[in-house]
């Protein structure tokens, strides 16, 4: 009998009839729960409460009745099993790290929802957010524009060289005009640089880009219907430094300077639009070579014209001072009258000689006081004294001829070398004539303007890279810039 209580258990509803006190049960046992550390890494072990879930099986310990309790016989129950514990087993070399291992959970625990893991383009912009910022997201933007908004732009092209004559070797410059000649190579045309860059500097100022508004329209050409928002004309009046600018972007002119060939380029946004641009900036250097030209030959002519004035100048001031000399000195020819007056000293002196040579001849066999002698006598008396005073006459005072002359000649001589002068520079101004009848400058036409059948621009490839490159390297400073000043700090 006393086995048989012992086997037999007493249920609570049987134990509150009989009025006999509770049978305590035993704290069941409670698996533990694994849950994650702080770090996420290693797994610990936390008991639940020390009260049973609901819903878990409890086993009663079984207890002595008393003996005045009479109990029917039952038959024995199978004691239950107490539930397992997981097991985790110990880490091998090949298992995977802490972090990734699968967490062992009890089944009757709910585990917490994990957070949801970002995709691989989340990782990537979080990460490199001033990257996507700075450099992708601008790159985006711009071949969204330069792919799907820019219009196409039409590229016209011509080119020109301004050349000049230049004279070629004389025949009397002997070797020095061979070896000349032998330079120049044979060719009587050289390119001329200078003028050529004057020309473009001309075609890229203020005046070109009026004078185009005047003639062709520019501003009109610019603000067709087809054109984007960004890349034409925003303005039907714009300012001339803004039109100037933008005249910059559109439009190019290069010269190089070892053929002398200037390309002019235009774009719009139609073919015709770039072409008809493109023959009006041609007019206009063909123009401004033209100007160019007619000012080298008015100056020419110009410097020819002055000096005939100042050679015509001197001729008359000579001839004024001739004939106020002849007026003053009342001869036309002060030589011609000195040798007038030699002549005839050298006369009277001839007959002087014969009359002395008459009165010696005479006096031999007469007398002293013969009339014929005293004739004779007072002949040669006065062919002296006219002689002397002849003499006089030509080398002694103010009036003599040695004076007269000297002042006639030098008169003579002034007015031959202002006849030279005048001579000379009326036949400069021949050859000024002559020269200006030629062109000296001249625009030689190499390519005429095309008319555009595909649009180059805008060059939405290479303007994307460049971008790239620039904005990458910005980055990269950046970067280092900042991740020097928090290590600093740090």
Do not use: C
Not at 170 to 182: E, K
Not at 183 to 190: D, K, Q, R, T, V
Not at 409 to 434: G, I, P
């Amino acid at each position: 009998m006393t086995s048989m209580k012992r086997s037999l258990p007493i249920s609570p509803s049987d134990d509150t009839a009989a009025g006999q006190s509770r049978v305590q049960p035993a704290p069941a046992i409670t698996p533990p729960t694994v849950f994650e550390d702080a770090a996420g890494l290693l797994p610990t072990v936390k008991p639940l409460s020390a009260a049973a879930p609901t819903g878990l099986a409890r086993t009663p310990e079984p207890t002595s009745l008393p003996p005045s309790a009479s109990l029917a016989p039952m038959p024995p129950l199978a004691r239950q099993a107490p539930p397992t514990l997981p097991v985790v087993p110990p880490p091998s070399r090949d298992a995977p790290p802490l972090n990734e291992r699968p967490i062992p959970i009890h089944p009757r625990v709910k585990a917490a929802p994990s957070p949801r893991r970002p995709t691989g383009i989340e990782r990537f912009v979080i990460r490199r957010k001033g990257l996507f910022v700075f450099v992708i997201l601008p790159l985006l933007i711009m071949a969204a524009y330069l792919y799907g908004i820019a219009a196409p732009q039409y590229l016209s092209e011509s080119k020109f060289q301004v050349r000049g004559r230049i004279a070629g070797p004389s025949m009397g410059s002997g070797q020095g005009g061979a070896i000349g000649a032998l330079m120049a190579g044979g060719s009587s045309f050289s390119s001329m640089p200078t003028e050529a860059l004057a020309v473009r500097d001309f075609l890229m100022s203020h005046d070109a880009v009026n004078s185009l508004v005047e003639a062709p329209g520019v501003v009109s050409v610019w603000r067709r219907p087809e054109a984007d928002l960004i890349a034409r004309l925003w303005s039907d009046t714009p300012s001339a430094e803004w039109l100037v600018w933008y005249f910059g972007t559109m439009v190019s002119v290069a010269s190089d300077q070892t053929t002398g060939i200037t390309t002019i380029r235009t774009r719009s946004f139609r073919p015709e639009d770039s072409r008809a641009l493109n023959a009006a900036m041609l007019g206009l250097a063909e123009g401004m070579v033209n100007r160019l030209s007619e000012r080298v030959r008015e100056d020419s002519l110009h410097v020819a014209r002055q000096e005939i004035g100042v050679a015509e100048r001197r001729v008359s001031a000579a001839r004024e001072q001739l004939l106020v000399f002849r007026e003053r000195e009342r001869s036309l020819d002060p030589g011609a009258t000195a040798a007038a007056a030699l002549v005839s000293v050298a006369t009277l002196e001839q007959v002087l000689l014969q009359t002395r040579a008459e009165m010696q001849e005479k006096s031999a066999f007469m007398r002293r006081d013969n009339p014929l002698i005293a004739n004779l006598r007072n002949r040669i008396s006065a062919l002296e004294t006219e002689i002397a005073q002849e003499r006089r006459r030509t080398t002694a005072g103010d009036l003599a001829l040695p004076q007269q002359i000297a002042g006639y000649e030098r008169l003579l001589m002034e007015r031959e070398f202002a006849d030279r002068q005048l001579a000379s520079a009326t036949a400069s101004l021949e050859q000024a004539r002559v020269e200006s009848d030629r062109q000296q400058l001249f625009l030689a036409r190499v390519v005429q303007p095309n008319l555009a059948e595909y649009p180059l621009y805008p060059r939405a490839a290479y303007i994307l890279i460049s971008t790239a490159a620039v904005l990458l390297v910005l980055y990269g400073i950046g970067w280092l810039i900042y991740a020097g000043i928090r290590e600093h700090a740090s």
